[in-house]
């Protein structure tokens, strides 16, 4: 395998890198407000219970 | 004496689906750009486009950093919870950023150095940066209570982001490894443009994921205060 190709073989490793990250925090952050909105409302029904 | 979040500060997505979808958007097409209208370096050759993700994934971090420097102050000079949400959610993205530029680093690295990593002033005090935000993170799942935990990491948020300057002047002050700083003056006027759209690109999505981050932290803090506010009620 010649330079060039070495390279390009490098940058595509960059980029798949950056967007594993960006896709997986997108993931992640998406999960994690879907769960605390669904808690959230739990919890002002069972408030709104004791009142 | 903190100020608490309420029910009425828990916000809506509002608009921000929307722009979060730009941000990716506009991200693909300065990707695109990069790849499109930069030529290959005299030295470096196509390498050079790991540059449009790695510098600005670093300059993030740096802006992420800075901003719980300021939320955290802020949380310590007013008491207000909300302060310390958007310090935490700052720091959860900005401790992402890092890892992001330390693996692109390394990735970059390994073809134009000969070696995955080096004890070079830069890597290393970025390195430093990273574990240190992942003892911030690791501290806010460690303590229950909320106020505490605020002022702890509030201070730990602080130490930290002192840590930047010393970071980005690293390659100043001890010449090692690391080449000098990028910026638009330091860059052949070819990539200029590249990498600042991508800079800008990196920016919005930071926003987009530090708002969310705090949408969930304001949902889950809200949702403590409710089931105390319903213990208190039985």
């Known amino acids: 395998m010649n330079m060039a190709a070495q390279n390009w073989n490098f940058v595509i490793a960059a980029y798949a890198a950056t967007w594993t990250f960006l896709i997986g925090y997108t993931v992640y952050v998406h999960r994690v407000l879907r769960r605390a909105r669904e808690r959230y409302e739990r919890a002002r029904i069972v408030q709104r219970a004791g009142k | 004496m903190t100020s608490s ?18 941000a990716l958007c ?21 390498l050079q486009k790991i540059m449009y993700v790695h ?22 000079w007013k008491g207000q919870e909300r302060d310390d949400l958007i310090a935490a959610s700052a ?16 990735i970059w690295g390994r073809p134009a150095w000969g070696v995955w990593w080096a004890w070079d002033a830069r890597l290393t005090s970025t390195l430093v940066l990273f574990l240190i935000f992942v003892g911030y993170l690791s501290l806010r799942a460690f303590v229950d209570d909320p106020d505490r ?7 730990v948020g602080v130490l930290g982001a002192i840590n930047v ?18 910026d638009p003056s330091t ?22 994921f530090i708002r ?23």
Request: charged content about 15%; glycine content about 6%.
């Open chain 2, 26 to 46: 506009f991200l693909i097409g300065t990707q695109t750009l990069g790849f499109l209208t930069s030529p290959p370096d005299r030295d470096m050759g196509d």
């Open chain 2, 55 to 76: 510098v600005p994934a670093a300059w993030i971090t740096f802006l992420a950093f800075f901003l719980v420097l300021v939320y955290s102050l802020r949380y310590l």
């Open chain 2, 187 to 208: 860059v052949d006027p070819a990539y200029v443009l590249s990498l600042r759209a991508n800079a800008f690109a990196f920016l919005f999505v930071m926003i987009y």
């Open chain 2, 91 to 106: 720091a959860e993205v900005g401790a992402g950023f890092n890892l992001l530029t330390l693996l692109l680093g390394m």
């Open chain 2, 212 to 234: 969310r981050r705090y949408e969930a932290a304001l949902l889950e803090r809200a949702t403590e205060n409710a089931a105390e506010a319903a213990a208190l009620a039985q």
């Open chain 2, 149 to 155: 935990r605020a002022r702890w990491t509030a201070a």
């Open chain 2, 5 to 22: 979040v309420m029910e009425r500060d828990v916000p809506g997505a509002g608009r921000w689906p929307l722009f979060g979808a730009f």
């Open chain 2, 165 to 182: 300057p010393i970071v980005y002047m690293s390659v100043k002050w001890w010449r090692t490894l690391h080449q000098m700083q990028s």
